[in-house]
């Protein structure tokens, strides 16, 4: 049972910097239950979510960011509208965080090149299947070769996959924060708009 009140509790300011660390949290610590947010996003009436990797936070210029295929179907409905959002919930902290904003694909930039150098021998085994992620299949598969599947391969050899690889920045647009709590939940709102910050409480 939650006893006392933590500083965030009827604070903005104090939020707004446990939003940024949760965050670098969830970049850095697999453990984090901010490591592994939905991602969502849609096309007109159609909307679609999934579960990935936070890869990096940057607060500076109010952005994360993940990796994916750059053949997957999310490619697809991003082109056609760049606006995602993320659903972050750590129940320990008893936080749910959502996240709105523009995505950018990068592919086979300076962002990509440096994020898939370093990606690790494991993790480029994602990116090493000849099909495209979501093709049908007449027998259950990971859709990669015995090899790749059992890790037989080199790092030279793993190079092949940056082809299929694809960084997913989200610019920030706004922060919606709920704290649940026995004594009365919090929740807030953070608009990030020309440089400049606009915090509200809201009613939960």
């Not at 009827?10 to 940024?20: E, G, Q, R, S, T």
């Not at 056609?80 to 930039?109: H, M, P, R, V």
């Not at 990116?127 to 599947?149: A, M, R, V």
Request: hydrophobic share 30%; charged share 25%; aromatic share 14%.
């Amino acid at each position: 049972m939650q006893k006392n009140k933590p500083d965030y509790y009827n604070n903005l300011d104090k939020i707004y910097f446990k939003i940024w660390y949760l965050l670098n949290l969830g970049s850095t610590n697999r453990k984090s239950s901010f490591h592994l947010p939905t991602f969502i996003l849609g096309n007109n009436d159609q909307f679609d979510g999934r579960i990935v990797v936070l890869r990096g936070v940057d607060k500076k210029n109010k952005k994360i960011w993940f990796h994916t295929d750059v053949r997957s179907k999310k490619i697809k409905i991003l082109k056609n509208s760049s606006k995602a959002s993320f659903l972050f919930y750590d129940k320990d902290e008893k936080i749910q965080l959502k996240i709105y904003g523009d995505t950018k694909i990068n592919y086979k930039n300076d962002v990509t090149k440096k994020a898939w150098n370093k990606t690790g021998h494991m993790s480029r085994q994602c990116y090493l299947g000849k099909e495209i992620p979501g093709t049908n299949s007449d027998i259950p598969t990971s859709g990669l070769s015995g090899n790749i599947d059992n890790f037989k391969y080199s790092i030279d050899e793993s190079e092949i996959g940056y082809e299929n690889f694809c960084v997913i920045e989200t610019f920030i647009k706004s922060f919606e924060w709920l704290y649940l709590a026995a004594k009365g939940h919090r929740r807030a709102q953070i608009i990030l708009k020309n440089n400049t910050l606009t915090k509200k409480w809201l009613i939960p």
